[in-house]
């Protein structure tokens, strides 16, 4: 009885949770990013995704999101399906993203920008196949005004309506990429409380990648912290130590940021000058020469 329940603990796990094995990527002429990368987040959770810039944070929740293709088709696995073959789990809005790109896909315009000469209600009755009242619901806790002008707006008003016309289906896995960096402090705050009832409500599970901490002590379930591509942690916010006996989550998260060791890159370089070897500025388009001076 005990393994067969273990069994379908494990078959609703994979059937709702997120689950990266042996993960390995590179961008095209660079070193790789991620070298056999595992990770798992757990169904109804809310994951923190923390980092440094360059550690491999958006580029891990596009992988996850279906936008780049990588090894087999069990290597990202996102309610069970491949993430990247199984386009359904797109389509159906189970699975859903949301990053930094301002633009939404019109017939056979194909992606335009959110600031062209549009209006909020123009673009948000746009969406099809919508619930009016989870809209509404949307179009308040935003404090979004239909009449604003796409162009005209501010980036954060932009971005409001952006988030709005992403939530409005519901998801069952949601992808979040520094989508709040523009948001006052009043409206973050609200659409955090939002994300943590689609949780607690209908059981969906969020990965948020960002650099603004204030508030997400009591929000997040888990976090996750990537350097350089490596998993260093992933756990249950309660469960780790750091955090047990520090006075916020920003302190610990900065701790972490700042042991990331960059002295030996910095020896490296000073070494090879020493030694009368090539200067890694050499090929710089910005190192002065007889066709670029500076003068005093």
Known sequence: MEGERE????????STGIEVSGLNFAYDGLPPLFMRFNLRVSPASRCLLVGANGSGKTTLLKILAGKHMVGGRDVVRVLNGSAFHDTQLVCSGDLSYLGGSWSRNVG???????????SAEHMIFGVEGVDPERREK???LLDIDLEWRMHKVSDGQRRRVQICMGLLHPYKVLLLDEITVDLDVVTRMDLLDFFKEECEQRGA??????????????????LAYIQDGELKKCAKLSDINEIKSADNLLSVVESWLRSEV????????????????????????????RH???YR
């Not at 069994?7 to 994979?14: F, P, S, T, V």
């Not at 603004?212 to 009591?218: A, H, N, R, S, Y």
């Open 108 to 118: 056979s315009c194909g992606e335009v920008p959110l600031q062209g000469d549009f």
């Open 7 to 14: 069994r379908e603990e494990e078959e609703g796990w994979k």
């Open 205 to 222: 599970t969020i990965v948020y990648a960002t650099h603004i901490f204030d508030g997400l002590e009591t929000w997040a379930t888990h």
């Open 138 to 140: 949307l179009i308040d």
């Open 292 to 294: 670029m001076a500076y």
């Open 262 to 289: 960059k002295a030996p890159k910095k020896a490296a370089v000073a070494n090879s000058v020493r030694s009368g070897g090539p200067s890694p500025f050499d090929g710089s388009p910005f190192r002065s020469s």
